[in-house]
């Protein structure tokens, strides 16, 4: 599976739009893009996934460049809830690999 | 639904003892996972079962077996447990990806076992 590379942190105020980017400039053509976020010690919770297009769901947003190497995750109004890791892993098998994700805080 | 159980949630264990973490799934997915987390790291596979009947490796096995019991189950068993283990156990499940359609398949994770070895 491709590695990815995200910011370590992030900051967002309340209400606002939190636009999370993340690199695989590796990523395969079979390979998805998933994104996954963990509140506190919980498991993590899948948000969304895309191939080739953008993506939309209750939750987000995924828009992935056109040639794959990069992604972005938005949250459209960001809440205090919404302050978690946020995971971006590329992968197209069974060995899905977590990195360090980003530490997203949401701030009023 | 109760979607992933693990048990137990919490768990003190003395060096060189052993234990089974158990993983109990209800949404007839196929794959199934074990990942470790350590204090503000990511996750790390350490084993996975694709289908009922199989097992393999992940990134970090040694020191651990794994046990696809049914469809339903899997077990995660730490023969020798030792302080490098303290970590807390995620399970999770998927559909698989069969044949040429790989991806496109979230998963599902449990709420963790916090396991602590002295």
């Known amino acids: 599976d491709a590695k990815t590379t995200q910011p370590t942190s992030m900051d967002c105020a309340e209400g606002r739009a939190a636009n999370l980017p993340c690199n695989h400039s590796t990523i395969s053509g079979n390979e998805y893009v998933y994104w996954y976020r963990q509140i506190h010690s919980q498991g993590p919770q899948y948000i969304i996934h895309?191939?080739?297009n953008n993506e939309t769901n209750e939750m987000a947003s995924l828009i992935i460049t056109e040639d794959r190497k990069s992604s972005t995750l938005i949250l459209p109004h960001a809440t205090l809830r919404d302050t978690a890791v946020y995971y971006c892993i590329v992968t197209g098998g069974f060995k899905t690999i977590f990195g360090a994700g980003t530490r997203l805080f949401v701030k009023a | 639904n109760a979607g992933v159980t693990q048990t137990p949630k919490f768990q003190v264990l003395k060096t060189g003892q052993s234990m089974t973490l158990q993983c109990a799934q209800d949404m007839n997915h196929n794959s199934m996972y074990w990942y470790r987390q350590d204090p503000g790291m990511g996750l790390r596979l350490i084993y996975y079962s694709a289908s009922e009947g199989t097992t393999d490796k992940g990134e970090v096995p040694n020191g651990y077996n794994v046990s696809r019991l049914n469809k339903r189950e899997f077990s995660l068993r730490l023969e020798s447990a030792a302080p490098s283990q303290t970590s807390v156990y995620f399970c999770?499940?998927?559909?698989?990806?069969?044949?040429?359609?790989?991806?496109?398949?979230?998963?599902?994770f449990g709420q963790g076992t916090r396991l602590t070895v002295v």
């Open positions: 895309g191939l080739k």
């Open positions: 999770a499940s998927s559909e698989s990806r069969t044949g040429g359609e790989l991806g496109g398949t979230e998963a599902f």
